[in-house]
């Protein structure tokens, strides 16, 4: 049985070692043309993308005329409206471009129908232009649906400044009723639909369908927008350039046609804009400026360049078993991001210091530290105590991570030359970047060094708003992890919440907002910690505060 992170995460996410309080779901607040709510998404200076479904009547299958508004204040008289429709051929979705609007404000948006009917109204911020004095990003990932309630997104929806969001990706999950999350799933009454695991357009469009019915997220996309990413799960697990880990050309068909498919449901139900002609769907890196104070490059690490990941062999797995593994590791051959747009971020981060931006962040997928797994042997009576699926998965984690291994292979640390040629193009840029992080289902503060021991950026990375971690089974894990790693500061694999990024001219303030529970309403808000960096040209170790 081969070591794999996620295997042993499906295994918490059943919730069988859990004990799971009943829980009631709440209604939407939306009308019932408009059952999914309104976001936007890809702030821009003078506009955003604003994005809506239109739920059909059973009998309605043609295009449905749609109008759009944008306003000064919530109640305000319209600035610029237009007319559009929602395609039958795009699931009746609806994505426009607001533009032509003052930088650096709020406006609040809404669509409406012939019959009169409107949807819930919406409010974005427009990018800044010249001096800004502070930047306020909430950093969230990994939704899975079953796995528990969104109150991370509630909590997000009421705080009283927040510019945009980034969201790096698990926005969906291809699991069926009787895979990750279903027995939490079937307390709360949120098992996934279809009931079985996602593969064609259908599917993964039902799918977006379900998650976007969730009041909570509904909530915190009418109160931000959003730039997203995708990251593994919004295909299949694990996955990379020519197939996923959860994947069976077998049983489930060619992995280019499911790709496809996957990645036309994400562009037809998130807020963010289509494809360039003449280039490939999967090339979603883009760039966004924040007036003086920062530049933002969201980067695609799943299924534009990356190499398949590195994976031990054998069902008890030994020495040789180790070193083969380690040597795939380290083949200098292997990618992330790929050569053509690294090119393209390096030139995004020179542009950003060459204009005296003292702020660069990097939006990617994947945990970037090196992290050596964890010395377990503190936790052994608590793992022997597990039910057998899991125990011996830990185990077998506990084997490895003695042996030397990564504690994570699906990260950038399962790609560590790809790694250096990153961090050279950082120093050929002169940049030190801030680097946020999803996917880990853990929150994260981390000081990145490269192979000479030169500090070369920063990295929080954030917790996940439900998906289960490995402090589900060994709470406390998290400071095994920084206890054992130089680059790791700060390490949660407890709790689920969000990162709050603050960014001044003078220090970016990451908060790792916590919320108490994900099985039932009401929630406690808490800030499990709190980290400082200082510039590029004064960067240091990252400061708890």
């Given at each position: 049985m081969a070591i794999n992170r996620r295997g042993a995460l499906a295994l918490i996410g059943s919730g069988a070692a859990l004990g799971v309080p009943g829980a009631g779901m709440g209604a939407a607040a939306t009308s019932a043309g408009f059952r999914h709510g309104v976001a936007s998404g890809d702030p821009a200076a003078d506009g955003a993308v604003l994005w809506t479904r239109v739920t059909p009547d059973a009998d309605e299958n043609g295009d449905i005329p749609v109008t759009w508004h944008v306003a000064a204040a919530a109640d305000g008289t319209p600035l610029a409206s237009g007319r559009t429709s929602a395609r039958a051929a795009a699931d009746h979705t609806v994505k426009v471009e607001a533009i032509r609007l003052e930088p650096g404000r709020d406006y609040w948006y809404w669509f409406a129908l012939a019959n009169g009917d409107r949807s819930p109204v919406g409010r974005f911020r427009t990018l800044p232009v010249g001096a800004v004095e502070a930047l306020v990003l909430a950093v969230a990932s990994c939704q899975l649906y079953p796995g528990g309630l969104f109150n991370a997104y509630a909590d997000m929806a009421a705080l009283p400044r927040l510019d945009a969001v980034l969201h790096l990706g698990d926005y969906i999950y291809e699991y069926g009723a009787d895979g990750y999350g279903a027995e939490i799933g079937r307390t709360l009454g949120r098992l996934p639909d279809p009931p079985h695991e996602i593969v064609t357009l259908a599917d993964y469009r039902r799918r977006h369908a379900q998650v976007k019915a969730d009041p909570d997220?509904?909530?915190?996309?009418?109160?931000?927008?959003?730039?997203?990413?995708?990251?593994?799960?919004?295909?299949?697990?694990?996955?990379?350039?020519?197939?996923?880990?959860?994947?069976?050309?077998?049983?489930?068909?060619?992995?280019?046609?499911?790709?496809?498919?996957?990645?036309?449901?994400?562009?037809?139900?998130?807020?963010?804009?289509?494809?360039?002609?003449?280039?490939?769907?999967?090339?979603?890196?883009?760039?966004?400026?924040?007036?003086?104070?920062?530049?933002?490059?969201?980067?695609?690490?799943?299924?534009?360049?990356?190499?398949?990941?590195?994976?031990?062999?054998?069902?008890?797995?030994?020495?040789?078993?180790?070193?083969?593994?380690?040597?795939?590791?380290?083949?200098?051959?292997?990618?992330?991001?790929?050569?053509?747009?690294?090119?393209?971020?390096?030139?995004?981060?020179?542009?950003?210091?060459?204009?005296?931006?003292?702020?660069?962040?990097?939006?990617?997928?994947?945990?970037?530290?090196?992290?050596?797994?964890?010395?377990?042997?503190?936790?052994?009576?608590?793992?022997?105590?597990?039910?057998?699926?899991?125990?011996?998965?830990?185990?077998?984690?506990?084997?490895?991570?003695?042996?030397?291994?990564?504690?994570?292979?699906?990260?950038?640390?399962?790609?560590?030359?790809?790694?250096?040629?990153?961090?050279?193009?950082?120093?050929?840029?002169?940049?030190?970047?801030?680097?946020?992080?999803?996917?880990?289902?853990?929150?994260?503060?981390?000081?990145?060094?490269?192979?000479?021991?030169?500090?070369?950026?920063?990295?929080?990375?954030?917790?996940?708003?439900?998906?289960?971690?490995?402090?589900?089974?060994?709470?406390?894990?998290?400071?095994?992890?920084?206890?054992?790693?130089?680059?790791?500061?700060?390490?949660?694999?407890?709790?689920?919440?969000?990162?709050?990024?603050?960014?001044?001219?003078?220090?970016?303030?990451?908060?790792?907002?916590?919320?108490?529970?994900?099985?039932?309403?009401?929630?406690?808000?808490?800030?499990?910690?709190?980290y400082r960096a200082a510039p590029g040209k004064e960067r240091a170790p990252l400061q708890r505060v």
């Open positions: 997220l509904q909530a915190a996309h009418a109160r931000a927008a959003f730039v997203c990413v995708w990251d593994d799960h919004e295909v299949a697990n694990d996955g990379w350039i020519g197939g996923a880990e959860n994947h069976d050309p077998a049983t489930e068909g060619d992995w280019k046609a499911r790709k496809a498919a996957a990645m036309q449901a994400y562009f037809e139900w998130m807020p963010i804009r289509d494809p360039r002609r003449g280039r490939p769907w999967e090339a979603i890196n883009r760039s966004f400026e924040f007036g003086d104070l920062a530049t933002l490059a969201m980067v695609e690490t799943r299924l534009l360049a990356r190499s398949r990941q590195a994976e031990v062999k054998g069902g008890t797995p030994g020495p040789e078993d180790y070193a083969a593994v380690m040597a795939e590791r380290a083949r200098p051959d292997r990618e992330m991001l790929g050569a053509e747009q690294q090119r393209w971020l390096e030139g995004v981060l020179a542009a950003s210091v060459k204009a005296d931006k003292p702020w660069q962040l990097l939006g990617n997928q994947v945990v970037m530290a090196r992290v050596a797994g964890p010395d377990l042997r503190a936790f052994a009576p608590r793992i022997a105590q597990l039910p057998p699926a899991y125990r011996d998965r830990l185990q077998q984690a506990v084997a490895g991570f003695a042996a030397g291994l990564p504690f994570n292979f699906d990260a950038w640390d399962g790609y560590p030359a790809a790694r250096e040629r990153l961090y050279a193009a950082f120093r050929r840029a002169g940049a030190k970047p801030i680097v946020l992080a999803g996917d880990s289902h853990a929150a994260w503060a981390n000081d990145l060094y490269d192979a000479a021991g030169t500090l070369v950026a920063s990295e929080f990375g954030c917790t996940a708003i439900t998906s289960p971690s490995y402090g589900a089974l060994l709470p406390g894990v998290g400071t095994a992890i920084a206890d054992a790693n130089r680059e790791v500061a700060f390490c949660d694999q407890d709790r689920k919440g969000y990162t709050l990024l603050t960014l001044t001219p003078t220090a970016a303030t990451a908060e790792f907002v916590t919320v108490s529970t994900i099985l039932a309403k009401p929630f406690d808000r808490a800030t499990a910690a709190t």
